[in-house]
């Protein structure tokens, strides 16, 4: 599932590298491609590729943020899958390889029902992200690991991540629409902290982030998303709901 404002330039090639790596791995899959009232060719693109790939659009006639894509997109994806399917997420900007999909597949088949694309796990690597960028990572995570810690986990904030849908339909029966309600990019980590109210299995692989190969500049606005983040921790750590 593929939340996707204004990339235009940036998914043609990632759509490429997603057909390839399935077919190559003769794994049966779906894009859904949930496009947040883009001003570009991003709708227009992925209805393109729905003649040589299977992709579903779902267009949003106004921006609703990340957050509102990606409640959308999940609402789809649990909608088009049954127990034993595998539900991935991950961004619309070519900077996640889709080759790293069949190892997480591999790992909810083993038993996990979560499994994260870790920049922390040994063999990944982190090409073309400004250093800044890199530093505010480390501490986010360093904040989790001391504050909320999660067996399993490193890195809280990447949304590129493979879900049994079987969690995934329990967390949403509990939680509704509020399963994904933050705002921003901190609806991420948020998922990921209501998520542990079920006690999933969860993993990491390693994989290779190519921000070089990013379309377009990035949507991210950090401090405000750093904030978010915080506050998201501190309520969860909390327990409020």
């Given amino acids: 599932m593929l939340p996707a404002y204004n990339e235009a330039e940036a998914l043609p090639a990632l759509l490429n590298e997603i057909e390839f790596a399935f077919d190559e791995a003769q794994i049966p899959y779906e894009v859904i491609v949930v496009d947040d009232g883009s001003s570009d060719d991003t709708a227009l693109l992925a209805s393109q590729a729905s003649f040589h790939m299977p992709v579903q659009c779902i267009t949003h006639v106004q921006n609703q943020g990340l957050a509102g894509a ?52 040994h063999g990944s690597q982190i090409v073309g992200v400004p250093g800044y960028r890199n530093f505010l990572s480390f501490g986010a995570r360093a904040l989790f690991t001391v504050m909320f810690p999660i067996r399993g986990v490193r890195d809280y904030t990447c949304g590129f991540r493979a879900y049994r849908h079987e969690i995934l339909r329990r967390a949403d029966e509990y939680y509704g629409d509020q399963l994904v309600s933050e705002k921003g990019f901190s609806c991420m980590v948020d998922m990921l902290l209501k998520l542990h109210r079920f006690k999933p299995v969860v993993g990491e692989v390693p994989f290779i982030l190519r921000y070089d190969q990013k379309g377009g500049a990035s949507k991210m606005r950090v401090l405000k998303t750093v904030f978010q983040t915080i ?9 409020l709901r």
């Fill in 70 to 121: 990606l409640r959308t997109g999940v609402a789809a994806a649990l909608a088009a899958t049954k127990p034993g399917d595998v539900i991935v997420t991950m961004d619309a900007d070519n900077t996640q390889p889709p080759g790293s999909v069949e190892r997480m597949i591999q790992m909810i088949r083993e038993g996990h029902d979560v499994v994260i694309a870790s920049r922390y796990q």
């Fill in 231 to 239: 506050h998201v921790l501190i309520r969860r750590r909390l327990n």
